[in-house]
T-cell receptor
Framework: DGGITQSPKYLFRKEGQNVTLSCEQN?????MYWYRQDPGQGLRLIYY???????QKGDIAEGYSVSREKKESFPLTVTSAQKNPTAFYLC????????????FGPGTRLTVL | DAKTTQPPSMDCAEGRAANLPCNHS???????VYWYRQIHSQGPQYIIH???NNETNEMASLIITEDRKSSTLILPHATLRDTAVYYC???????????????FGKGTKLSVIP
C-alpha cells in the first residue's frame, strides 16, 4: 500500500532530551512537510522540503531540525531548545507541483514529562 | 487565501447524504476550493478539490455555485466512520508562489448518527 508512515504513534521523553520523529513515504512525492497541532488548534508548519537535500523553515521552526537525505524520508528532531514540545506532530507529502493536495501520516503524539 | 465560513457542527443520519456547505464570497478567479477532513486523533485526509466545475471522486462530490461564492461537499451515503471535522480551504493554484502551509480553520464537526 502507498502511504505515509510515522512512528511511533505515542512518544514520551524527559525534559531536556532531544527526540527524533520518523516520517517515511512511498508515494514518490517530492515535497514533504512537518506540522504541529495543539489541542483545539489548527496546524502550524514547522519545516518543509521540496526536494532531497533542501528544506525551508515554516512559521514555527525554532527548536526543531530536519534532514532530507532520501526522497522517502524526512525525520524531525525536537531539540531541548523547543520550549513547549508536547504536541501532536503530523508529517505530510505532496507532489512538488501539487502542494495543496497534501497526504498526511497518522501523526505522533509527543509528551515531554 | 480567501476566507471561508462553515457551520460549526452538523448531524447526519447514517446512510443518508451529508451536505456540508462552505461560503467563500471573496474567492478570486485563480483560487481553488479544497476539502479535507480530520478524524479525531488522526492526520487530516484530503477529500477533493475543484475550480468551477462540479467534481466527483470515490469519496465525495463537490458542487461549486456558478458565481463560485459558495460550495457544498456531499458524502452520498454517510457512515459512522465519516464522523470528523471537515475543512474547506480556498487556495491559489500551485504556481510556485505563496505559502506552503495549509491553513485549517475551525471547520464543521459532522456527527453521523446511527
Amino acid at each position: 500500500d502507498g502511504g505515509i508512515t510515522q512512528s511511533p504513534k505515542y512518544l514520551f521523553r524527559k525534559e531536556g532530551q532531544n527526540v527524533t520523529l520518523s516520517c517515511e513515504q512511498n508515494l514518490n512525492h517530492d515535497a514533504m512537510y512537518w506540522y504541529r497541532q495543539d489541542p483545539g488548534q489548527g496546524l502550524r508548519l514547522i519545516y518543509y522540503s521540496q526536494i532531497v537535500n533542501d528544506f525551508q523553515k515554516g512559521d514555527i521552526a525554532e527548536g526543531y531540525s530536519v534532514s532530507r537525505e532520501k526522497k522517502e524520508s524526512f525525520p524531525l528532531t525536537v531539540t531541548s531548545a523547543q520550549k513547549n514540545p508536547t504536541a501532536f506532530y503530523l508529517c505530510a507529502s505532496s507532489p512538488r507541483t501539487g502542494r495543496n493536495t497534501q497526504y498526511f501520516g497518522p501523526g505522533t503524539r509527543l509528551t515531554v514529562l | 487565501d480567501a476566507k471561508t465560513t462553515q457551520p460549526p457542527s452538523m448531524d447526519c443520519a447514517e446512510g443518508r447524504a451529508a451536505n456540508l456547505p462552505c461560503n467563500h464570497s471573496t474567492i478570486s478567479g485563480n483560487e481553488y476550493v479544497y476539502w479535507y477532513r480530520q478524524i479525531h486523533s488522526q492526520g487530516p485526509q484530503y477529500i477533493i478539490h475543484g475550480l468551477k466545475n462540479n467534481e466527483t471522486n470515490e469519496m465525495a462530490s463537490l458542487i461549486i455555485t456558478e458565481d463560485r461564492k459558495s460550495s457544498t461537499l456531499i458524502l452520498p451515503h454517510a457512515t459512522l466512520r465519516d464522523t470528523a471535522v471537515y475543512y474547506c480551504i480556498v487556495r491559489v493554484d500551485d504556481s510556485g508562489a505563496g505559502s506552503y502551509q495549509l491553513t485549517f480553520g475551525k471547520g464543521t464537526k459532522l456527527s453521523v448518527i446511527p
